[in-house]
């Protein structure tokens, strides 16, 4: 039998995530490759006639949601919600996960923070037993650019962390990126991150820093597909 291609593999999570899913409820959208299945799949179902709700997590899954006919609304109107499906670049054994590669991570952590259960949507290459593999996005004001990037660097040395910080750029490869809320973000090549908590609090600290790529004690499930098989992995306490 051939090997699965990795879109197989996300198709296959976008999917089973349907089944989380139920008539009236409030969903956040997410971002990314694999989200971007899921939401074609639910608004197949909304088009059969399924009533919900959604919030999208970036500008580009709002364009795709709107284009499919899905309802959307925002947490302002709607500020508690049922359930988020969402990507990841990570996630180890505690469901503690690295987002951000797509860049909209900080949306992506209020929709996440303010629903009940997160969904999380993954193959099985990213799944890691320490973070910090996948560089750390860490989205920042772009106010005071270089003295933030010193300081977030600073912290890194105190928590015995190293590795290679750059500002991330957009297509053209000559100007920043720009996330939708109008930030730049540093993409932080650590290695591993043994301490996530201390890593997250000590980046939340700092002036500058919008928001962080780690997602700690959000995620309730993973589901996550290998070649052969998919599982669903819940996280103890949640
Ligand atoms: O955090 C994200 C966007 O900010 C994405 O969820 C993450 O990058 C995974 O994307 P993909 O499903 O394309 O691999």
């Given at each position: 039998m051939p090997e699965a291609t990795q879109d197989e593999l996300k198709s296959r999570v976008a999917v089973r995530a349907l089944d989380f899913v139920q008539e009236g409820m409030r969903l956040g959208l997410g971002t990314g490759t694999t989200a971007k299945l899921f939401v074609a799949h639910l608004a197949e179902r909304v088009r059969g006639g399924l009533n919900v709700v959604g919030v999208p997590t970036s500008e580009a899954t709002r364009a795709q949601a709107e284009a499919a006919g899905i309802p959307l609304t925002t947490l302002d109107d709607t500020?508690?919600?049922d359930l988020v499906v969402d990507g990841a670049d990570e996630f180890d054994p505690e469901l503690r996960l690295i987002k951000g590669g797509g860049g909209a991570l900080l949306r992506e952590k209020i929709v996440a923070a303010a629903s009940r259960r997160m969904v999380v949507i993954t193959d099985?290459?990213?799944?890691?037993?320490?973070?910090?593999r996948f560089p750390l996005p860490v989205e920042v004001n772009r106010f005071g650019l270089g003295a933030t990037t010193r300081q977030v660097e600073a912290a890194f040395q105190r928590l015995g962390l190293a590795g290679a910080v750059s500002l991330r750029l957009d297509k053209t490869l000559s100007d920043p990126f720009v996330t939708d809320g109008g930030h730049h973000i540093l993409d932080c090549r650590?290695?591993?991150?043994?301490e996530p908590e201390r890593l997250a609090e000590a980046l939340v600290?700092?002036?500058?820093?919008?928001?962080?790529g780690l997602f700690i004690g959000l995620a309730t499930t993973v589901i996550m597909a290998d070649a052969s098989q998919t599982y669903v992995i819940g996280r103890q306490n949640s």
């Open positions: 500020p508690e919600l099985v290459s990213k799944r890691v037993e320490v973070l910090g650590l290695g591993a991150i043994p600290n700092i002036p500058g820093v919008v928001e962080h």
